[in-house]
Each structure stands twice: as structure tokens, then as C-alpha cells.
């Protein structure tokens, strides 16, 4: 038995996560504290920064020794951290960034459970970039979404935004840890050259760069201005488009690698709900509920929210005859769902903003209203 | 004739600063103190953050890591941390360092991690074009201080000795010999080790305060860089528009990375 918070610490450990640097924020706070207790017993570092800006430069800084690193914190931390989550992206340095969500704007409601980053996650910070994002709904799932947010990272050497909220992260429940061996892991590729023939940022087919961790011999510059295959700054505007291009690509070429969803009884549903997070677990109850009372219902639930599951989403649109939303935030999915649905089928958006959960009783009041 | 070319990348030459700027003096002083100190490249890191200052690690053929505005140290706290074995050395301004940056400054200090920090101040905003910084002197003109500066500048090693730093020393360009002397100190001392670097910026300080000329800028350094020894010599008034350099502070203080292996060291249960 353990809570979502807790879970999320586990898997990174597990995940090969050594490097965690936070500030207190509720209701994060417990995956810092989880984590400053774990990390120094395996040799694994564990630092409390002045601010969330602070904890996310050290977590870079530490990722680009090679060692796995991550923070957490909820939307204020967040928001303060874009700056440097968009460093990451430039600079292309794995890390891992937990935000168990609250509502906002500002200060909002720190205990209270709700969905409003999902967009930030997205686009919270400046300039052009592919964007990986996951969300798990229950202690289980966190566990094992925390690890493949580090693989993920290591693997396209991105930040990867891992989407919690205050229900998931504070529920205690059971969570079965596999054996370790049983895992699968994931480390960053290792440069193909020596360092005399390096190039940090060398285009390959797969548009991943390879970087060397500091201190093993590859002396190389990293830099969040735009910069070159050697990694150095420059204004050549073919270097420009070529690596903001890729930034994009990277993430987009790799789609079907890296979306992932679940379908409960969707094959003959004539209502396609659409639900991540906590409020998955108020779906699923409800299409059960649905069935129960005769009403065809099914389930499409993104484990990624980004990059953006747009082909089951479609996909359910060719099959049902609405799509419903329910989310906590004000539709903020509910948009990227219409545009994903090319306007093939309604969508109707569910919002609950006022700090309580979406009940399956709601979403099957909207189901029978639809139909 | 000391070789510079062993420890610079030749490639990224010419340097984007003016003539006349002191930032290349620094850089200098700084490889030849690294060169007496054998330090092996590939275990040392340079991180700066953002400013005509922080382009100075993209010069030296070390790991180099330019980050966020102001962000230097916190980067610099996450690489000293995860590999406490590396020499890691921080370049920033000093609106780099204490405007934007002013709350990682005073809490790496506090910390007293074993980062070697050289702060450029040219008391001005090199990089945007010569807005006011928090080391502008008072009374003086910046691009967004038409009329002159209103507020009272800070006194940047002494917040660092405040705060906690182990090693606090100021140094100039114009004695650069001494410079690099500081320098080797700050390298050689375990923990938070800060040398306030006072270097002109003709161009977007010295042309609205009556010294566009660069040579005038370095005079005016000679005139007002004064030794501790001759400080402590002088009456308040000889003192007026001077400042020290030297060693400030120079303390024995539990350095964090080490502390830390300490703690692993009591509670590591994975052996
Ligand atoms: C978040 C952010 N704000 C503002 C800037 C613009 N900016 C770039 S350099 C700089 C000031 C640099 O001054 P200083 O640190 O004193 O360095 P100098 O150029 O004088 O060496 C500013 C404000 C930025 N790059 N990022
Ligand atoms: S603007 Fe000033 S600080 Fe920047 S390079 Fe020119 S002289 Fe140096």
C-alpha cells in the first residue's frame, strides 16, 4: 500500500533515477520527501534549491554528468521552472519533470485536485518544440509511468513531463513493484566516435543527438541559444530552421513509439468518452455504469498526452456518434479532441473546476443526455 | 610567452567582445591559473549564464555549459553535486549574478559548495546595451537611467561573505598579474570561492560616463584599485571613490558536496 506520491519515487529509483532536486510544494511534496530519504541510502543525491527556477537548472546540470535526474513540484513551481524545461528541450538533456497538479491560476487551490497545466505541459514555454507529456491515474500506474518517463528521456534526450494530480498523488492504494530484472530500462546512447571525431550535436536519421556525459573525456559546449552540430552558437539561418525543425521532429517522427492509450469497450460504443488522470478512473466506472443501464458507452484513456493521441482519437470519431470530455479544467482537451476529430462527430466537454472530482455518476448523466 | 592556444577553441576566434572590453583580460587570468594548477580539462566544467561575461567559457576547450539568464549556479550546484570530483568554475555578470540571479548567489554561498565563481562586474548591462545593473554606482548614466542612477549600488563581495562564502576576493584588469594570483587562490580553495572581477565595458558604461575611451576606462582603474595593505592606510576621505582588492574573507566552513558524502557515507544501505 502506497500513495500516488510515493509510487512516483519508487519508479524513479527503480528507473535508475540518482539526481533529485525539488522546493516544497504541495501536493508534490511527498515525492521530495520520499526521495530524501531513498536517495542518499543508494548513493544517490538528493538537494533542496533555493526555488523551482534553481531546481530545475541543477537537475539539467546533473542530467548532462549522465546521471538520471528529476524534480517535481505543482503548477506555481511549474510555471517558474518553463524557462529552463525549455532549455532542455534546446539543449536536449534528458530529465524528468513531475507535476502533480493543482488548480489555478496563481496560487489557486493547493489541496484540490485538478487538470489546468495540461496545455502549460504543452506550451508553457517559449519557442517551437516537440513536447512528451504522460499522466497515469492511479499509484500503479504512476509507479510505472515514472519509469517510462525516464525512459522516454533517455531515449530522445527530452525533458518528459509526467502529469499527476492532487487525487492520484495523494490516494493510498495497492502497488505491486516488479522485480527489478523484469524492468525494462532505458540509458541515453553513448557517442558512436572518439573525441577527437565528436560532434555533440550530429545529425543522425533518427534526429537524436548523443551526448557524452561532462568528465568522460568528450569537451564539448552546450548552450540554449540556437547552435550547430558542434554546439556552438550561430546565425546561420539554415542551422537555425535545421534544429528547430528537429526539435519538432524528433518527438513527431517517434509518435507511434511513443503514444500509448487504453480502449474499454469501444468496439460498438455509440458515446466515445475521452478521460485521463483521476478522472479515468470516474470513466471507467462510468462506462460500466452506462452498460449497465443499456447505454452503449466506451472508453478511449491517453497514458501520453503529448504528443497528442490524434489517431485514436480519430479513430474513435469514425466509430461513435459523439465524443464527451469530462476533464478538471475548463476543455482544455476537449479542444485538442475536436481537432483531432475533424469535426467528424460532436464533442462535448465535461468541466469541473470547483475542486471536487468528476463523479461516473456526472458522466453518465452526460452520456444518457447525449444519446 | 605563456601559451594560450593550449587551453582556448581557436575556431570560435574572433571573440564577439569590443575592443577595449576587459573580459578577454579575465579569461587570461584565468588560463594561465588553471595552467599552473594542472587541472585536467576534461574534469573541469565552465558554466555561465547569459551576457557579454557569461560568453567566456565558449572560448575554452573544457566541458562548457551556457545556460539561463542568471541561472549559472543553480546549473553549476546540480553538476559540482551529482559529480563532486569535477573542478567546476562559474562566469557571470554582475546583472547575471545578483539582478536575476541575486537568490542563487546568496544561497550557493550559503551552501558553500565548492564552485569557483569569477563575477565580471562592469557595474552596467553589457549585453542589452547598457541598462542599469545593481552594481551601478549611483548617480551614474545607463540607457534606462537617462537622468542618472537613483539607487544605491550593491557591494558584491560583501553580500558573498554574508551569505556564507568560504573565500570572497576583488580583483581588477588593470593588475592583472594580480588578478590571476586571486584566481589561483579561489581555484585552490575548497567551497563557495568568489572573485569579483572590476572590469570596464567602454561601450555601453564608459561611453555615457565621460570615458568612452577605453584607455581612459583602464586608468581610471589604475586610479582607483587600491591594495588591502594600502586601504588600511588610508583616511575615509582618500577612500572616496575607491575600492579594495584582495583577499576579503578566507575561512574554514563545512563545504556542502563534502558533507553530503559524509551523509551517504551514515545511512548508505546498499552494500
Ligand atoms: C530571462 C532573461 N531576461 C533578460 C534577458 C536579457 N539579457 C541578456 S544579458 C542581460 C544582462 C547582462 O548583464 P550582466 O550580467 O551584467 O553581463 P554583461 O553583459 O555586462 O557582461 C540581460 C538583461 C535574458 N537573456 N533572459
Ligand atoms: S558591451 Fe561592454 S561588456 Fe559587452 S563586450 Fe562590449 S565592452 Fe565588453
Known sequence: MMQGNQACAEGAVAAGCRFFAGYPITPSSEIAEYLSIMLPRIGGRFIQMEDEIAAMGATIGASLTGVKAMTATSGPGFSLKQENIGYASMAEVPCVVVNVMRGGPSTGTPTLPAQMDVQQARWGSHGDRGVIALTAKSAQETFQQTIRAFNLAERYMTPVILLLDEITGHTTEKVVIPERSTLEIVDRAAPDEPPGEYLPYRLTDDCIPRLAPFGTGYRYNVTGLVHNETGFPTNDSRDIACLIERLTKKIEMHEDDIVQWNEVMLDDAEVGIFAYGSVARSANAAVRLCREAGLRAGLLEPTVLWPFPTKAVLEMARRVKVIVVPELNLGQMAREVSLAAQCSVPVRRLGRVDGNPITPQQIVDLVGEVL | ?271
Open chain 2, 1 to 271: 610567452m605563456f601559451d594560450y592556444l593550449k587551453y582556448v577553441r581557436e575556431e570560435n576566434f574572433p571573440h564577439i567582445w569590443c575592443s577595449g572590453c576587459g573580459d578577454g583580460i579575465v579569461l587570461k587570468a584565468l588560463l594561465r591559473a588553471v595552467d599552473k594548477l594542472g587541472i585536467d580539462r576534461d574534469e573541469a566544467v565552465m558554466v555561465s549564464g547569459i551576457g557579454c561575461s557569461s560568453r567566456t567559457p565558449g572560448y575554452v576547450d573544457v566541458n562548457t555549459l551556457h545556460t539561463t539568464h542568471g541561472r549559472a549556479l543553480a546549473f553549476a550546484t546540480g553538476v559540482k553535486s551529482a559529480k563532486p570530483h569535477l573542478t567546476v568554475i562559474v562566469v557571470t555578470g554582475d546583472g547575471d549574478a545578483t539582478a536575476i540571479g541575486g537568490n542563487h548567489f546568496i544561497h550557493a554561498a550559503r551552501r558553500n559548495i565548492d564552485l569557483t565563481v569569477l563575477l565580471y562586474n562592469n557595474y552596467i548591462y553589457g549585453m542589452t546595451g547598457g541598462q542599469c545593473s545593481p552594481t551601478t554606482p549611483r548617480g551614474a548614466r545607463a540607457s534606462t537611467a537617462p537622468f542618472g542612477n537613483l539607487e544605491p549600488p550593491f557591494n558584491i563581495s560583501g553580500l558573498a561573505i554574508a551569505a556564507g562564502a568560504s573565500f570572497v576576493a576583488r580583483g581588477d584588469v588593470y593588475n592583472a598579474k594580480k588578478l590571476e594570483t586571486l584566481i589561483l587562490k579561489a581555484l585552490q580553495k575548497k567551497g563557495f570561492s568568489l572573485v569579483e572581477v572590476v572590469t570596464p565595458c567602454p561601450t555601453a558604461y564608459g561611453r555615457r560616463n565621460r570615458m568612452a575611451n577605453p584607455v581612459k576606462m583602464m586608468e581610471h582603474l589604475r586610479d582607483t584599485a587600491v591594495s588591502m595593505e594600502k586601504w588600511e592606510s588610508m583616511s575615509g576621505e582618500e577612500r572616496a571613490g575607491k575600492f579594495r582588492t584582495g583577499v576579503l574573507c578566507d575561512v574554514e566552513r563545512p563545504e556542502y558536496t563534502e558533507e553530503y558524502a559524509r551523509l551517504v557515507e551514515e545511512v548508505r544501505t546498499d552494500r
